[in-house]
């Protein structure tokens, strides 16, 4: 039984900063990739960074220079460092794992951002 949990949201000022952190429960085989998502009131969940096993990271252009993915591949955590947060940042976010054996999901932490 794999569960991914999340942590570090918040409520932040504009320009502030966060930490998130993912990190699976159980033993998950394989894992090829590991990824943040998230979700805005009345909009689509969109990807907002991906890690791939090897390292290799892409980031959505909204966030480019301001935030970074990273991952822990013994522990089995990935982190999203955000600064300079905007309002429009705010957002439910989530992580997802990729492996051969299946997709697992976080169930979403809070980003808030506002004066």
């Known amino acids: 039984q794999v569960q991914l949990v999340e942590s570090g949201g918040g409520l932040v000022q504009p320009g502030g900063s966060l930490r998130l952190s993912c990190a699976a429960s159980g033993s998950i085989t394989s894992i090829y990739a590991m990824a943040w998502y998230r979700q805005a009131p009345g909009k689509e969940r969109e990807l907002v960074a991906g890690?791939?096993?090897?390292?290799?990271?892409n980031h959505v252009d909204s966030v480019k220079g301001r935030f970074t993915i990273s991952a822990d591949n013994a522990k089995n955590t990935v982190y999203l460092q955000m600064n300079s947060l905007k309002p429009e940042d705010k957002a439910v976010y989530y992580c997802?794992?990729?492996?051969?054996?299946?997709?697992?999901w976080g169930q979403g932490t809070q980003v808030t951002v506002s004066s």
């Open positions: 997802n794992f990729k492996s051969w054996g299946g997709q697992y």
């Open positions: 890690i791939s096993s090897s390292g290799r990271t």
